[in-house]
């Protein structure tokens, strides 16, 4: 499963990053469980993600860019880059963190955002000094 994990996990992520809902729902398995880190809410299935994502994706752009994915006993973690942006553009999130996926067979059954491996990218990182 390993090749094919980091496979499903490279189209979903693309899928997403190009709004294609079809696309990106096709790799959830139909009672996929993922918790929305923002309000702590539980979605289940498909059409519960899709609907959140269809509403997430009209008040913000968010990229997510895959930076490694490691496939373990169990569990897969992928380290990404999340970027969300406001309709004006302003930048609303900044940060890479760990997303953990579980599959039934070539489906994401689960998902959910590592909190704990939060990094925040800063947008100004000048500290002053232009030499």
């Known amino acids: 499963m390993t090749a094919d994990a980091r496979a499903i996990l490279m189209q979903m992520f693309s899928a997403f990053n190009q709004r294609d809902l079809e696309g990106t729902l096709e790799h ?22 899709g609907a959140y994502w269809e509403k997430a994706w009209k008040e913000t752009d968010l990229r997510i860019a895959p ?3 490691d496939v373990g006993a169990g569990k897969t973690r992928a380290r990404v880059q999340e970027l ?3 309709a004006d553009g302003t930048v609303l999130v900044n940060r890479k963190l760990d997303y953990v996926f579980t599959f039934e067979g070539v489906f994401i059954a689960s998902m959910f955002a ?3 491996t939060i990094e925040t990218d800063d947008q100004d990182d000048d500290n002053g000094d232009d030499e």
């Open 28 to 49: 959830f398995a139909p009672d996929v469980a993922w918790r929305d880190e923002a309000t702590h809410e539980r979605r289940t299935g498909r059409l519960e993600l």
């Open 67 to 69: 930076m490694t994915i």
């Open 84 to 86: 969300a942006k406001a």
């Open 114 to 116: 590592d909190q704990t």
